[in-house]
């Protein structure tokens, strides 16, 4: 009897003692999550030609740690993380990852005779790790999805901001552009009248930008629509959704980005469609969003009209080229395309951009499928599609805040679907991390809700943090 309460005062002990070191471990994880976060509102700098941001530095820190990390998980077999579901997702990233380095190698020395590493690769290591990174967060409890959430809105909130600011007149939203712009051109463009104008906001280039703003969109959007029958209500940050969504709407229209314009009305038809079927009066709300969408769009009219002819007009002219300058390079990308070789493992990116388009094609699908073939090409996007099912399926048991980040999840893989043929989303440089944070938070959450569930079919005596640890 004295031995099993000696037992229990050191087991007692050691929970105290343990407890601190948990603490500390949550503190490090939410630190990390808001600098990961914080990445995408720090410019780019270039040295010897390379643009390189804090998210590069970033990536490369997370890159050795999850190597030792690794090196841990290999010694204790029986850890979470290497449960069968955790296992799936990661067999693709790997396969993405690894197909396109060697794709990428032989199709450089096949096609042009030269040995070029695919530098390329770098973005899908980087979407990896944050994807990870907040994937592991979530799945183990160490921030909770109302910090997580306010940290994307505020982080989001200051993008939307700094790019509003470009748009007014006055040197300070002068030398905001000068600071994010990419390029002479990209800083040209917002020298322009109020009407043509097309800012670039922290991404630096105005189509990007205009994808970026879509996503704002998607975020608020999920939030609006998953708080409009919640008991517990929270005006404060309602207004900071609706202030998100006008902000982002904002920044959509004046970066002046058809293919943004078309994947914003996808988003708004997919809120529709999903709050629809999510909704406990079904008509009623359809004719209570058709009727605001149609209102907020007479308001914009009113305000913004030579803005609205200025992106007609760009449509007009998108009509004429017949598909402009991205069917041009359609046409060269897929001629590339000669045999069955080609078009199941691709040519590499070398070889398209030596005899394509230098700078890429900036129709996704097909420069996904010219460089890395069908095999490739199915990869990527089979990744995004199992993403989208885990949030359809998250969807139906999130509560408040999750239920939040899994409708913006499947808000932004629609509109990122449809901005994609128009320019890109695997490959964005600058804003291209911030959605990857969400996608993992979502997919943990995903991951934890299954381990309980099975938990709780066989105990309940602990609670999920002690059963993790």
């Known amino acids: ?50 643009s390189i941001g804090v998210d590069d530095a970033c990536a490369a820190f997370l890159l050795m740690a999850y190597t030792i990390y690794a090196g841990y998980l290999l010694l204790k077999t029986n850890n979470l993380s290497l449960h069968k579901d955790w296992l799936f997702v990661a067999g693709l990233w790997v396969s993405l990852i690894v197909t396109g380095i060697v794709f990428s190698i ?15 690769m770098w973005q899908y290591v980087k979407r990896l790790l944050f994807f990870y990174t907040t994937c592991h967060v979530s799945y183990r409890g160490l921030v909770s999805s109302g910090n997580f959430c306010r940290c994307m809105l505020y982080v989001l909130l200051i993008a939307f901001f700094i790019g509003l600011i470009q748009i007014m007149p006055g040197s300070i939203g002068d030398q905001l552009a000068g600071l994010y712009a990419r390029t002479e051109s990209k800083l040209a463009s917002m020298e322009k009248s109020f009407e043509t104008l097309r800012n670039c906001g922290v991404a630096g280039h105005s189509t990007a930008w205009g994808g970026f703003a879509v996503f704002g969109v998607a975020v608020s959007l999920g939030g609006i629509l998953s708080r409009r029958e919640d008991h517990v209500k929270r005006p404060f940050y309602r207004f900071q959704l609706w202030t998100l969504l006008v902000l982002a709407f904002i920044n959509t229209l004046f970066s002046g980005s058809r293919v943004a314009m ?21 008509f009623r709300f359809f004719l209570t969003y058709v009727a605001g969408f149609v209102l907020m769009g007479i308001g914009f009219a009113y305000v913004l009209w030579d803005r609205l002819v200025f992106l007609a ?157």
Do not use: C
């Not at 007692?12 to 990390?32: H, Y």
């Not at 032989?106 to 390329?120: D, H, M, S």
């Open 106 to 120: 032989i199709g450089g020395l096949v096609y042009v005779n030269q040995f070029r590493l695919p530098t390329e």
């Open 262 to 282: 078309a994947a914003l009305l996808a988003v708004y038809l997919a809120a529709t469609f999903v709050g629809v079927i999510q909704a406990r009066r079904k």
């Open 313 to 469: 007009f760009r449509y007009g002219a998108l009509v004429e080229q017949s598909g402009g300058g991205r069917a041009e390079q359609v046409k060269a990308a897929m001629s590339l395309l000669r045999d069955g070789q080609g078009w199941l493992f691709g040519i590499g990116n070398a070889a398209q951009r030596a005899m394509a388009t230098s700078f890429g094609t900036e129709v996704e699908p097909v420069y996904l499928l010219v460089n890395y073939g069908i095999l490739g090409l199915s990869l990527r996007y089979g990744l995004l599609m199992i993403i989208f099912i885990y949030a359809w399926r998250q969807l139906k048991r999130a509560a408040h805040y999750d239920r939040d980040l899994t409708m913006a999840t499947i808000l932004a893989l629609t509109g990122y679907t449809v901005f994609s043929l128009g320019y890109f989303f695997y490959q964005e440089l600058y804003s291209g991390m911030v959605p990857w944070l969400l996608f993992g938070w979502v997919v943990g959450a995903y991951y934890r809700e299954n381990f309980l569930r099975r938990y709780r079919s066989t105990s309940s005596t602990h609670s999920f943090r002690e059963v993790l640890s």
């Open 1 to 50: 009897m004295m031995n099993m309460h000696w037992a229990q005062v050191e087991s007692d002990q050691s929970q105290r003692k343990t407890f601190p070191t948990k603490r500390v471990g949550r503190f490090f994880a939410f630190v990390i999550v808001w600098i990961l976060t914080m990445t995408v509102l720090i410019p780019h700098v270039v040295i010897g030609g390379v």
